[in-house]
């Protein structure tokens, strides 16, 4: 799953030869080939269901209420992961080049039945 600023096709063709991807569109996705990119995606993922968007602010239901497991979201490029209300929020970070000082990151998530769990995979630590 992809949460948004994907750069370029050539991302999603080059995740797609690894495994299948979702992806919503980023703020920082423009053009032709963004356009096709909904803002945000359902994902069924055994018993729990996954909600994704670029901007987490602008969540526009009740996750807990809606039974979403997880809602992964983008935009800050903060790797974050918490729970509130019995819902795991996952930003992964930007596997991509580095944003401000932040690290370079993904997560893994993990899904039995009904239950989601993540954690955060720091491929390069922040600069400065």
């Known amino acids: 799953m992809h949460a948004g600023d994907v750069g370029s ?8 030869a690894v495994a299948p991807v979702v992806a919503v569109r980023g703020n920082n996705d423009r053009g032709p080939w ?5 803002a945000t995606e359902i994902v069924q993922a055994d018993a729990s269901r996954v909600y994704v968007l670029h901007d ?3 969540l526009d239901l009740d996750a807990a209420a809606a039974r979403i497991g997880a809602v992964i979201s983008g935009h800050s490029h903060a790797p974050k992961i918490e729970t509130k ?3 795991l929020y996952v930003n992964p970070g930007s596997a991509g080049p580095r944003r401000f000082r932040l690290p370079i990151a993904v997560a893994r998530m ?13 491929l390069e630590s922040g600069g400065g």
């Open 9 to 16: 096709p050539a991302v999603l063709e080059a995740l797609a």
């Open 110 to 122: 993990r899904v039995d039945g009904s239950h989601v769990t993540a954690e955060l995979v720091v």
């Open 34 to 38: 963004a356009a096709g990119l909904p």
């Open 85 to 87: 209300a019995g819902v």
């Open 56 to 58: 987490l602010s602008e």
